[in-house]
């Protein structure tokens, strides 16, 4: 079934409708791509903070913060949803015509995946415009394989009984699964009157053609100071059983293309908890490895920009990054480079000290996810700590430590 689009995304006074962001690999809320160099995620008043008194020394290493839009559920007479982001909220009239011509929807089409004929065939995404964003995203016929844990809430997304790919497609499996959970928790209290507010950040891959991803979880602790005594008790737990504890990092998910199949691999927080140090390590080899040969090009790019990020934590006293991550992107294809359109629209921010984003073409090193980050003059610091975050400082200098020694130790 071919369904027809005909929403003007380009028309900032209709409803804008979002597509789950395809190259999300970890973090369980749900990304949305709002428009090509443009992605949102459901709004935490603390992250939000953050971002607007961002130390001007971080923002080489942030996303660029775009500010926040109102996001309203829309049911259609079957009861499908749909998420609209609405530019202008008084555009009601736009944004119902919006909803009624998107006929079939983002919660209609997880809801078929998931019962076609029992083989867990992944949602095909028939609008037009997702379409277009997947070619657009995976140039070169790349497709993403799924290699991931067996896991019952997420073994039905992702792969067979028997652990077999059920299917080769150009997106990734966890971002699906986010956004699948992500509308179960929002459709158990719809209300279509109610507006949700969502972040507007910087499309941090938008710039490649296969975009490699590796998502870090940075630091020794991840519960946050408003944490509950349970929470608390089941986050210091996973630290302590996997290489949170014994190198201040673990592994929340990564995507790596393969030049030699012409595939992703992907892997998630599952497979992340259950490393070891050398399991870690080489999880990092995995992640430079484009199937016909290590990525020694990448190496002391990545080193460079883990060591000026290093040295900007150390002197941010009293901030503590609580259950961030730190997210690792290169160009998989060697031939592609950046976008020409991506460099041209972020020129003003080249050429200051401290813009977003780095300088080499071929990595990209950001922090992300600051919902639990706390510092001294934030209006949610509940608890006052001197000096700089020394487990996230633990887990950057032996991240540098091991990947200094993929190349010597192959």
């Known amino acids: 079934m071919v369904v027809q689009n005909n929403l003007d995304l380009g028309d900032p006074r209709k409803g804008i409708l979002l597509e789950p962001f395809i190259h999300q690999v970890g973090g369980h809320m749900s990304m949305m791509k709002y428009d090509d160099s443009t992605v949102c995620k459901p709004l935490v008043s603390q992250e939000q903070w953050f971002y607007e008194s961002l130390p001007s020394a971080m923002k080489r290493f942030t996303p660029q913060y775009k500010g926040i839009i109102s996001v309203h559920l829309k049911k259609d007479s079957m009861g499908n949803l749909s998420l609209i982001a609405c530019p202008q909220t008084d555009r009601r009239s736009s944004l119902d015509k919006a909803s009624k ?33 997947i070619k657009d ?120 293309y393969q030049a030699d199949t012409d595939q992703y691999i992907c892997k998630d927080k599952y497979y992340g908890r259950k490393l070891s140090p050398e399991g870690f390590r080489q999880a990092i080899y995995q992640f430079l490895h484009n199937g016909n040969h290590f990525r020694t090009d990448l190496v002391e790019p990545i080193l460079s920009q883990l060591k000026a990020l290093l040295s900007i934590i150390k002197k941010q006293s009293t901030y503590r990054f609580y259950s961030s991550s730190l997210l690792i992107n290169y160009e998989g294809l060697e031939k592609a480079t950046p976008s020409d359109n991506y460099s041209q629209g972020h020129s003003q921010h080249t050429s200051s000290p401290t813009s977003h984003g780095n300088s080499h073409p071929k990595v990209d090193v950001r922090m992300i996810d600051f919902a639990h980050t706390t510092y001294k003059g934030s209006q949610y610091n509940q608890t006052s700590y001197d000096g700089p975050d020394h487990g996230y400082i633990f887990g950057l200098e032996n991240l540098i430590k091991i990947v200094q020694s993929i190349p010597a130790g192959e």
């Not at 790349?142 to 299917?167: C, F, P, W, Y």
């Open 101 to 133: 011509e998107c006929s079939m929807t983002i919660w209609q089409k997880l809801n078929q995946a998931n019962s076609s004929n029992g083989d867990h065939t992944f949602v095909k995404w028939n609008h037009d415009q997702l379409s277009n964003t």
């Open 137 to 256: 995203s995976c140039q070169e016929k790349a497709i993403l394989q799924a290699d991931l844990q067996h896991r019952r809430d997420v073994s039905s997304l992702m792969e067979k009984d028997n652990g077999n790919q059920t299917e080769k497609n150009s997106y990734n499996p966890w971002g699906l699964h986010c956004h699948k959970e992500h509308l179960n928790r929002m459709s158990s209290k719809y209300n279509e009157n109610k507006p949700h507010q969502f972040l507007l950040l910087e499309n941090l891959v938008s710039k490649y053609k296969c975009p490699c991803i590796l998502d870090l979880k940075m630091g020794t602790r991840q519960h946050g100071d408003d944490a509950s005594e349970e929470k608390k008790a089941r986050q210091i737990k996973k630290c302590e059983q996997s290489t949170s504890a014994s190198l201040g990092v673990r592994i929340c998910g990564m995507q790596v």
